[in-house]
């Protein structure tokens, strides 16, 4: 039987009374934006967040407990944006959307930070022994296109000085479920050619580094057929496929042409649009998904959104997540009593 995991992609909203209160504490300004040196009060704003996100997801019953990265000012970004060999730059746009990020400038080596483990280690401290921790990061190759380099003066040797800083950064956290590496760049921007296997070399290079399930993400689109070809060779547990804003047809040419992993994440609620998908809906789609690749019984499928949710107002968010939660469960309802 397969097993359905209600989860999500991380980087929640900010509740409301955090924005307020943040925005007093911090200012308003690019250089009051987190860098790993906030004082106790903004510490303490961000814990109670932290404690808000997750009741969240309590209350909505989802199979994985995600911090919620209330912190993460620079999204995917962040991990560079906070380490000490980076200096932020001028405000870039994220993706073709109207939200903005610090350009990190790589000016010196990368090492293990454990900002991340940290926010994590305080997750941990939140949960019940019945619930399971995931760990959300970038993965290697947006993280890369995300940044400038500044210090190793060579494509692949900064795709690979940044797998193992991030493979530094899994190796710290805290017992967790599975790791969703959230690679968006590989569909909106693919690799070129002879750059597809460093990119499937740098995720293994991530992977390794936990015992936990691995699930690389990405959005906005469909890989393309070289780029999908070589992550196949990816040592990961499943692809994320955006059912969404993808390219349906692509993705299940993929799927059937080359083959995917035992197990499979699925956006299947819009992240960016604030209508709410009802719960038999979504779980039509899970079957419907699952259908279309007809040679492969999946051990394991993640419902998730297609992206990240801090796009969203909080009360949709939180019916988002409901909506994903109940989906699971009548999918689980409908193959039992198939």
Partial sequence: MTDRVATTLGLYPLPDWAKDELSSLKGHQKADLVDGSEGPEVRAA????????????????LDRIVEGQGRWDDWLAHPLAV????ETGGIVRYYDNNNFYRDPRVVDELTADGDVAAELDAATGLLNDDESLQAVLPGPYTLAELAT????????????????????????????????LLDPSL????????????????????????DADVVLQSYWGAHEEKTYAHLMDADVDAFGFDFVAGDRDAHLYNATEYGTKDAISLGLVDGQNTAVEAADTVAERIDWVTEQ????????????????????????YREKLSALADAVELAAETEVSA
């Fill in 83 to 86: 380490h000490d060999s980076v």
């Fill in 46 to 61: 961000y814990e109670r967040v932290r404690e808000e996100l997750i009741d969240d997801q309590r209350t909505a019953g």
């Fill in 187 to 210: 569909v909106t921007n693919p690799p070129a050619d002879g750059e597809n296997e460093r990119v499937s070399e740098a995720v293994d290079t991530v992977a390794a580094a936990t």
């Fill in 293 to 316: 690749i007809p040679s492969q019984t999946f051990d394991t499928v993640y419902a998730t959104p297609n992206t990240e949710l801090a796009y969203l107002p909080v009360s949709t």
């Fill in 149 to 180: 380099d500044e210090y190793y003066g060579d494509d692949a040797e900064f795709l690979a000085a940044i797998a193992e800083f991030l493979a530094g950064e899994v190796e710290a956290l805290p017992p967790h479920e599975t790791l969703f």
